[in-house]
């Protein structure tokens, strides 16, 4: 994997700047793995205040559509779509919410595994959430301390990042419990 993630760079490709997640979930031909590591986020997430009011969080709006689509669109090309979540216990109100959500990203055809962080603490992991596609280039976004989405990306080719990425998704993976076993 290392071998394959340094095989694939791109010299200059590194800073911030577009493409946008579809065009870059389009022009994968592999892997794309989503690392999440945070236990709250955007706190005035209309789908999360609906959940935490007692709805389903959203689960059939538009834009839950629209993020199937692509997942799907992608597996259906053949694109292994994995998502981990390294995560505090017992889960925040966020976390939790999650977690009641997941199935629609497992209907879509990713892969998703929970691992306590308590689990975790011997692992070297990233500052920030990230994906990663095709063991090539990382995007990393940013969110603020209370879990607001900055809207800050940066992404990199550089081989000596990548393949720190691609250790610590692979150890977070092996030690993770898929998401039909994972316990609240």
Excluded at 27 to 46: F, G, I
Excluded at 82 to 95: F, Q
Aim: proline residues 5%; glycine residues 8%.
């Amino acid at each position: 994997m290392i071998r394959e993630a340094l095989d694939g760079y791109e010299r200059g490709r590194s800073g911030p700047g577009e493409p946008t997640f579809a065009q870059l979930l389009a022009n994968t031909k592999h892997s794309a793995v989503h690392l999440e590591l945070r236990d709250t986020y955007d706190p005035q997430d209309p789908e999360f205040l609906d959940w935490q009011a007692g709805g389903d969080g959203g689960v059939d709006d538009e834009s839950w559509e629209r993020w199937t689509g692509l997942i799907g669109s992608a597996v259906e090309r053949g694109v292994r779509v994995r998502r981990a979540r390294v995560v505090s216990e017992p889960l925040s109100d966020c976390a939790r919410f999650l977690h009641s959500v997941t199935d629609k990203n497992i209907k879509a055809g990713e892969e998703v595994r929970w691992l306590p962080r308590r689990r975790a603490f011997d692992l070297f992991l990233p500052g920030a959430d990230l994906w990663m596609f095709d063991q090539r280039l990382v995007r990393w976004n940013f969110n603020a301390g209370d879990g607001t989405d900055t809207d800050e990306l940066e992404y990199t080719t550089d081989p000596r990042v990548v393949s720190q990425v691609v250790a610590a998704f692979e150890l977070v993976w092996e030690r993770a419990t898929p998401h039909g076993e994972y316990r609240l």
